[in-house]
């Protein structure tokens, strides 16, 4: 979503403290504000957003409708929150006790210095590293917890879901919010996959070796190391873009890790050892620290920024400068850019070739929308009615995206050549 109401809460989100005057928000439509609501739940900034309106005074300005869509978001999020911690407590624990090694990715692993607090944030699964010698006594702990496993996907990836209620949310997002919609659990054997995107990352095999125990609100469990979950955070994020959709909250929260260790010498010092020799990690850092920084105002230190600089720098910047920052405002999902990025990390040219026709002309079914995104009943034809929208609206994205993508790439070609000569000029 573009516009300038979009514009003005990211500029209220910014890391740098300054707010958003009273009379800006008073210029906008409740029409606009609705739409608005909608783009913050896919973005994941909702209650970040109604925080930071209440801490500068300008929550009472805003239209009722709205203020009360925003205050059952947060109220919902928070007993969503308390579920989500106690699950962790009993899924980290019962884990230990079946001697599994495991560490918590993402979620409660990031709370404190990525976001204050985990009532904040939208989290819909529990992301855990496993040892793939475990895998079967994870398949036990989850199976006595009454998860089953999820067939299809990535080989890496376990995905475990319990049976899902058949609930009907109201017609608007707050079911993302809810604390009846249930969260599965991702067992990742790995932090990197390279099969379907192409991009060839080699990463340490002592991620286990190298994890740490942490607490919030009394639960304890074992998550990746500082520099590690930093590498991991960068990568999913990288992920993502590369596959057409990331949320803005990622930026923000990757934004005030990088505000909160800007003047830590020894942690970026750990950092930069630790991605030494892991190939694409300093160009997906750079990415990725650039883009928060384009939208949240992060600082990212100078010394960091020349640290993680290597010839392709010069490409990356300019995307970010041509598509980048427009493409994170609709969660990278509204064009296919990213393809321009993308080319930069394939090696294998028939590699890149079949990626790139898969993406321009996909011939799979799309993916079924999620009840709770699309607000589906459960008759058939209720059923069959918003699946075909669904696939209606994807074919039209598909074609008018694909042909501006074929209109832009020679411009692209040409801007690339001529930025990265530009910069062997100016060593």
Same mark, same amino acid.
């Given at each position: 979503? /573009?516009?300038?109401?979009?514009? $003005? ?9 300054? +707010? ?62 308390? +579920?989500?911690? *106690? ?23 990031? $709370? ?63 079911? @993302? ?22 991009? *060839? ?12 125990? *942490? ?34 909250? &990622? ?9 909160? /260790?800007? !003047? ?5 010092? !750990? ?33 960091? /920024? ?36 993308? *080319? ?5 040219? !028939?590699?890149?070739?079949? &990626? ?28 069959? @009615? ?38 062997? /000029?100016?060593?």
């Amino acid at each position: 979503m /573009r516009g300038a109401l979009p514009v $003005a809460i990211l500029d209220q989100l910014s890391l740098t403290g300054e +707010e958003v005057g009273i009379g800006r928000w008073t210029s906008f439509s409740e029409r606009e504000w609705i739409r608005a609501l909608a783009w913050l739940d896919l973005s994941g900034l909702a209650i970040y957003f109604l925080d930071q309106m209440h801490s500068a005074g300008g929550f009472d300005v805003l239209p009722a409708s709205i203020r009360w869509g925003l205050e059952r978001r947060r109220e919902d999020n928070r007993l969503r929150t308390v +579920e989500i911690v *106690r699950e962790l407590g009993t899924l980290s624990s019962s884990f230990e006790s079946a001697s599994a090694r495991y560490a918590v990715l993402k979620g409660l692993a990031l $709370a404190g210095d990525y976001y204050p607090d985990p009532a904040f944030r939208t989290q819909y699964d529990h992301d855990f590293l496993l040892d793939p010698k475990d895998l079967d006594v994870a398949a036990s702990v989850l199976g006595d917890a009454g998860y089953k496993p999820r067939g299809g996907g990535c080989p890496s990836v376990v995905v475990y879901r319990r049976p899902e209620p058949r609930i009907r949310f109201p017609a608007t997002s707050t079911g @993302l919010y809810s604390p009846r919609l249930d969260r599965s659990v991702e067992i990742h054997l790995t932090l990197w996959e390279e099969d379907e995107d192409r991009v *060839r990352i080699m990463l340490p095999t002592d991620f286990l070796d190298r994890s740490v125990p *942490r607490r919030w609100d009394g639960i304890g469990f074992i998550a990746l190391s500082d520099e590690d979950s930093l590498l991991f955070q960068v990568l999913h994020a990288f992920r993502h873009i590369l596959r057409n959709w990331c949320r803005l909250s &990622i930026f923000l929260e990757i934004g005030h890790f990088l505000k909160a /260790r800007s !003047s830590d010498t020894e942690f970026w010092s !750990s950092f930069a050892e630790r991605i030494e020799g892991i190939r694409w990690a300093r160009e997906a850092s750079l990415l990725i620290f650039t883009l928060a920084e384009r939208v949240f105002r992060a600082q990212m230190p100078d010394d960091v /920024r020349a640290m993680l600089s290597t010839n392709l720098s010069p490409a990356l910047n300019l995307w970010i400068d041509r598509y980048g920052h427009r493409a994170a405002l609709s969660n990278f999902n509204r064009d296919k850019s990213s393809l321009f990025l993308h *080319r930069e990390f394939v090696d294998i040219p !028939s590699h890149w070739a079949a &990626i790139r026709r898969r993406r321009l002309l996909p011939v799979h079914r799309p993916h079924r929308p999620p009840a709770v995104v699309f607000q589906r009943g459960f008759s058939s034809t209720g059923k069959f @009615l918003m699946e075909s929208t669904h696939a209606v609206r994807r074919l039209k994205f598909h074609s008018l995206a694909g042909v501006r993508y074929a209109l832009e790439y020679p411009r692209w070609v040409l801007l690339r050549r001529l930025r990265l000569a530009a910069a062997l /000029r100016g060593a």
